[in-house]
């Protein structure tokens, strides 16, 4: 396989993907230097101090300029703006990558804006907190997590390989997958739940309208856990939205059916149908612990 090793790398957006990234490339030798680019110039100064960036720069074109490798780890709705900007600046040879959650979109935007002789290896390390910033970065973030990467046909096999080689080096499992494909897995196990926690809170916080006390104060831990993602960035998520919405639809409808039954059966008191949902229900979560 490729060896890998970036004499310079430039990562568009350091927060806790890109900064955790960052870790790796640092604690395993994989680059001579780092340089931080971004709109934030304390978010950046902390990336500096954390040791996770060598230098930084509020300037894409300039920061892009020399990078072997650059990942770009901004919200998915940034990401054609960013690469437009970058374009003229990257290195003839130089590796794009992305960590975004939504694949086939950004694969159409990224490589109508690249120049030839500048690879673009489609990724999404399947990871992460409800945390962010560059202060939330941690260095085993992708040990044992998946990462999934999206080859086209017209994927230069190279890159692809380097690309696959640095995430196996940050410790996930690489699979590889049709980007449109990705997209649907993606909208059911991930973009599902974070659309549902926020619509949760939401429920809970209208339903103590108009009574004395605080009904959000009276939750306890299986209320958190359930809606702990809720405390995601909305800008990211709305982002998601919007650029997976197809696939995202028809999950919601899909859920939406399912929860119309549970009430439906609730009403006509129809126990033993409500018992064997949740007992499927249970079935299938319990699967995930082993």
Not at 3 to 19: C, R, S
């Amino acid at each position: 396989m490729t060896e890998v090793h970036f004499n310079k790398v430039a990562i568009i957006g350091v927060g806790l993907i890109g900064g955790s990234l960052a870790m790796v490339l640092k604690a395993k030798g994989l680059c001579d230097t780092i340089v931080g680019i971004g709109r934030g110039k304390e978010n950046l100064e902390t990336a500096k101090q954390m040791g996770l960036i060598d230098e930084y720069t509020h300037d894409i074109a300039e920061g892009v300029q020399g990078a072997d490798l650059v990942v770009l780890a901004v919200p998915v709705m940034s990401i054609e703006g960013v690469v437009k900007r970058a374009a003229s600046s990257f290195k003839t040879g130089a590796i794009v990558t992305d960590v975004g959650s939504v694949k086939e979109e950004i694969i159409n935007t990224v490589t109508a804006h690249l120049p030839e002789g500048v690879h673009f290896v489609a990724a999404h390390p399947i990871a992460g907190t409800e945390n962010s910033g560059a202060e939330a970065s941690v260095k085993d973030l992708y040990v044992g997590r998946r990462c999934i990467i999206t080859p086209t046909d017209k994927t230069d096999k190279a890159a692809l390989d380097k690309v696959v080689k640095l995430w196996k080096l940050a410790g996930s499992e690489v699979v590889t997958m049709d980007a449109r494909e990705h997209d649907i897995i993606l909208a059911a196990v991930s973009h599902l739940p974070h659309v549902i926690a926020y619509a949760l809170v939401n429920s809970i916080a209208d339903a103590g309208k108009g009574m004395e006390r605080d009904v959000i104060s009276y939750s306890a831990g299986g209320f958190k856990d359930t809606t702990r993602i809720a405390g995601s960035s909305p800008d990211m998520w709305t982002d998601i939205c919007q650029m997976n919405k197809t696939a995202l639809v028809g999950v919601i409808e899909g859920f939406q059916a399912e929860l119309e039954a549970i009430k439906v059966d609730i009403e006509a008191d129809n126990t033993e149908l409500i018992k064997r949902s949740f007992e499927r229900a249970k079935k299938v979560r319990d699967s995930l612990k082993k």
